[in-house]
């Protein structure tokens, strides 16, 4: 995508989310390795109890986390990676950010990035406005549907919005067969979403 511009928050991210890097070239896999590694560390610290680090715990979310930076960015078109991981006893949920240069009625954009008609939704996918702030006019839809070639129904959040003051359609979504876990963190999503913002790269400030 020959665009330039970068997310950012309005405020950090609630405790739970994970920034994946999306690297690639010569020696993407070690990096991949060291970030997976010591962000592990500092995520198990974060949520956990106070008590005694569990290496195993630790050992198992760095596995992940490294697999996820290396697999889905090579199956699925994104600029961004992210996952919500409050509870490691519970499935992690990876979220894909991807923006395209604005093209066509923005109605029609919005409805195509938040999957109002795409084939295999077991019932009408329940869509509400999420026009925002930062972003501009957007939508949500929570989509239940059953993936073409099993019989495992599935659940995907997808939100969509045309950024005017940068000319680009924003989509950020997730997909799931943990139904219960992803429609019970659907408020924790949408907080998440709404501190988003779009910024150039030269305005990201690091701590």
């Not at 991807?98 to 077991?122: C, F």
């Not at 943990?178 to 019970?184: G, K, L, N, P, Q």
């Amino acid at each position: 995508m020959s665009m330039t511009y970068a997310l950012d928050f309005t405020e950090a991210p609630a405790d739970g989310w994970i920034a994946v890097p999306v690297l690639e070239g010569r020696g993407a896999g070690r990096q991949r390795r060291k970030w997976a590694k010591k962000c592990a560390e500092l995520h198990c610290a974060l949520i956990g109890d106070g008590g005694p680090r569990d290496k195993s715990q630790v050992k198992e979310l760095a596995r992940v986390l490294e697999g996820f930076s290396e697999q889905y960015p090579e199956k699925i078109p994104m600029q961004f990676l992210f996952v919500y991981a409050p509870d490691l006893r519970r499935q992690l949920v990876p979220f894909f950010c991807y923006a395209a240069a604005s093209q066509g009625p923005v109605e029609q954009v919005l409805d195509t990035l938040v999957q109002r008609n795409e084939p295999g939704a077991v019932q009408e996918p329940r869509i509400v406005d999420f026009t925002t702030e930062n972003l501009g006019k957007g939508l949500r839809s929570v989509r239940h549907f059953v993936p073409k070639g099993t019989d495992t129904p599935a659940v995907s959040v997808n939100y969509g919005w045309r950024v005017d003051s940068y000319g680009i359609d924003l989509s950020l979504r997730t997909v799931s067969d943990d139904i219960d876990w992803v429609t019970a963190n659907t408020d924790a999503f949408d907080a998440f979403a709404r501190s988003m913002k779009v910024v150039h790269p030269d305005d990201i400030v690091v701590d």
